[in-house]
């Protein structure tokens, strides 16, 4: 069965400080995948997504970056953390084959920038 | 481009009454649709998705939705709610490689 594996799960990290959240997919190949954000008070807002090894799209400017260095890892990063940052980070994946498309969640990582 | 628009970002409803939450897309191919449900302090719970077929989808918890092409709408329907349904649901378009969401209605169940 497919799984994915989002951590640290919770962190909280200075202004300034860099970011590394990492996610793997288990189970599957070649899976789309997805870093989204959800700020307080706001809905579900897609940071980046990824349709293969070292392939990333942007969806909003910003200071975080993306990495796809294995088929089934995506991470996301930053250099210099802003307080606007904190947030819950969510990493999600997708098959490309026809009739499956739903998209899957990890559990999530709630960062907090002080 | 595509989008989607969850036009109340709050529904308060009593106790066993019924509730639609209202989603609208808008996309230049075709889509999939997917409502979510996230619970306080978790993440996020597929509810229910539509592909093709039947134009009714039924769900987990008893929601159910109706994919309506002419109007671009896929409205989450329940027709009585419980306390344990007060959450947060997200509406999700699903084009090509892309995956866009509504920015949620928090459904507030009051006894």
């Known amino acids: 069965s497919q799984t994915i594996h989002q951590w640290p799960a919770t962190l909280v990290q200075p202004v300034g400080s860099p970011l590394s959240l990492e996610c793997t997919v288990e189970?599957?190949?070649?899976?789309?995948l997805y870093w989204y954000r959800q700020a307080a008070g706001r809905g579900l807002q897609l940071l980046f997504y990824?349709?293969?090894?070292?392939?990333i799209s942007s969806e909003v400017p910003q200071n975080l970056s993306a990495s796809r260095p294995q088929d089934r890892q995506f991470i996301l990063s930053s250099k210099k953390l802003l307080l606007s940052d904190s947030g819950f980070y969510l990493c999600?994946?997708?098959?490309?084959?026809?009739?499956?498309?739903?998209?899957?969640f990890g559990e999530g990582s709630w960062l907090t920038v002080v | 481009a595509q989008s989607v628009t969850q036009l109340d970002s709050q529904v308060p409803v009593f106790e066993e009454a019924p509730v639609e939450l209202r989603c609208n897309y808008s996309?230049?191919?075709?889509?999939?649709l997917f409502w979510y449900v996230q619970y306080p302090n978790q993440g996020l719970q597929l509810l229910l998705k539509?592909?093709?077929?039947?134009?009714l989808v039924k769900g987990i918890n008893g929601f159910e939705a109706e994919f309506n092409k002419s109007q671009t709408s896929f409205h989450l329907r329940k027709p009585s709610v419980h306390i344990s349904d007060t959450a947060e649901y997200f509406c999700?378009?699903?084009?090509?490689?892309?995956?866009?969401f509504g920015t949620g209605t928090k459904l507030q169940v009051i006894p």
């Open positions: 999600a994946w997708s098959v490309r084959r026809q009739g499956r498309n739903t998209i899957y």
């Open positions: 189970g599957t190949s070649n899976p789309n």
């Open positions: 990824s349709v293969g090894i070292g392939q």
């Open positions: 996309s230049s191919v075709s889509v999939y």
């Open positions: 539509y592909l093709s077929g039947s134009t």
């Open positions: 999700a378009v699903r084009g090509y490689q892309k995956v866009t």
